[in-house]
């Protein structure tokens, strides 16, 4: 994870999520004990959306992202935009909505993000 990533997602991602009632849960910052996949399924499960981030071409954010929609779950694709105009995502997703990001201009991607959020979940405000 960059020092960017962690930046945009600390000081920019986690408090407009929550502006919206909702804690954001970075799984990477979460320390359980037992086997990671069983509780990726638990907290999934318990998720109101998930949001997966394709910059990395990371095989299990393909699979969480999946398994969430199995479950019916609101999945909000990001992607660093730099990342996404020269390589695009897997063919399985590089149709589906995608929000920007840049560390160069945080505020914007955060209310797409936002947006895209409430338009998932329209009963939220």
């Not at 320390?31 to 318990?46: C, S, V, Y």
């Amino acid at each position: 994870m960059t020092s960017n990533w962690k930046n945009l997602t600390q000081n920019h991602l986690k408090p407009a999520v929550l502006e919206l009632g909702f804690p954001l849960v970075d799984m990477r910052d979460v320390a359980e004990p037992g086997l990671i996949d069983n509780i990726m399924r638990m907290r999934i499960r318990d998720a109101n959306f998930v949001i997966v981030d394709l910059t990395h071409d990371n095989s299990g954010a393909y699979w969480e992202a999946g398994f969430a929609e199995g479950l019916g779950k609101p999945v909000l694709y990001i992607c660093e935009e730099q990342k996404f105009s020269e390589k695009q995502t897997h063919f399985d997703t590089n149709h589906c909505t995608t929000v920007m990001w840049s560390s160069n201009d945080p505020d914007s991607f955060c209310k797409e993000l936002i947006a895209t959020l409430r338009r998932a979940m329209p009963t939220r405000k």
